[in-house]
């Protein structure tokens, strides 16, 4: 069986810690390198749901592509629900380890996921890494269809082939409009329009999308946006990355056993469907 120093510097090799943004928390949280790893779980966020999934599956390693302590801290006291996540990890041997900003711009990356959730033909990045000289990572997805379709159909196929979240999958732009190239990014995307804009694609499917940044790009172009649960553009990678730990243990001859949580983590829970016309309280019809 390997050590969790062995595991983490495989890990560390596919999304390297140098390339996450300078505010990211990303790397090794928790954990005694010299401990020996047999079972990696990995899921999109290091909330005490899936700490708990990780004890009862026996895993030694928790990978999570959002980090624990973004801001930093000065208590793990386990009556604060972080502080109790570490005491849990702590307690029962399990490591937990970070890729946020460097698995989104590497090669494949959380968005190449989500462009394979939807089956979708990556062409290159959105936002170039400069630093690649092969040109391939980068920030987001250029993608084509195999065949034009609606931006109904688009929809309808993202909601078909990401995770179900009380959400679902919001889109702004005439619903006929036909679509043949789309940008995609998983997580929040609204900072990214101008990019977007300057490829070119007939839509941009993203998270967590406000309501001036939306209005705002849909006024400029016929841009079309197609907006899902953050925790649902983002669970792919985590399909993704357990098959490339299962390729490395394979090559090694580590043995590892890898599993993806399929516990839903996304903080909205129910979704209630509008069905009057907004008027002014108080005033007629």
């Known amino acids: 069986m390997p050590r969790l120093s062995e595991v983490i510097a495989a890990l560390d090799a596919l999304w390297p810690p140098s ?11 928790c954990g005694d390198p010299d401990a020996e790893v047999t079972r ?3 899921a999109v966020d290091p909330v005490q749901d899936i700490v708990d999934e990780a004890v009862e599956l026996g895993a030694d390693l928790l990978v999570t592509h959002h980090p624990l302590y973004l801001r930093g801290t000065t208590t ?9 996540v570490v005491h849990t990890l702590i307690k029962n041997d399990i490591a937990l380890h970070v890729a946020h900003t460097n698995a989104d711009t590497a090669d494949p990356g959380v968005s190449d996921a989500l462009a394979g ?6 062409t ?7 630093t690649d000289p092969a040109g391939r990572r980068g920030l987001g997805r250029i993608c084509e269809l195999d065949h034009p379709e609606t931006l109904r159909a688009f929809a309808a196929r993202a909601a078909s082939r990401l995770p179900s979240t009380a959400q679902g999958i919001r889109a702004a732009g005439d619903p006929d409009a036909l679509i043949r190239t789309v940008a995609v990014s998983g997580g929040s995307g609204d900072s990214l329009f101008e990019q977007v804009r300057a490829a070119g694609v007939d839509a941009f499917l993203t998270a967590d999308l406000r309501h001036h940044p939306a209005s705002e790009a849909r006024e400029q172009s016929p841009l079309a946006l197609v907006d899902a649960a953050h925790w649902a553009t983002e669970w792919p990678w985590c399909e993704q990355a357990a098959a490339q730990l299962d390729a490395i243990s394979e090559r090694h001859g580590w043995g590892l056993r890898t599993h993806v949580s399929r516990t839903v983590t996304d903080p909205w829970t129910a979704h209630a469907p509008s069905v009057t016309s907004p008027s002014i309280s108080g005033a007629p019809n």
């Open 76 to 84: 793990v006291e386990a009556g604060t629900f972080k502080g109790r």
């Open 124 to 130: 290159g990045p959105l936002v170039p890494d400069p």
């Open 40 to 42: 990696v779980l990995f």
């Open 19 to 29: 390339r996450a943004e300078q505010w990211d928390a990303v790397g090794t949280v």
């Open 117 to 122: 959730a939807l089956d979708l033909r990556v």
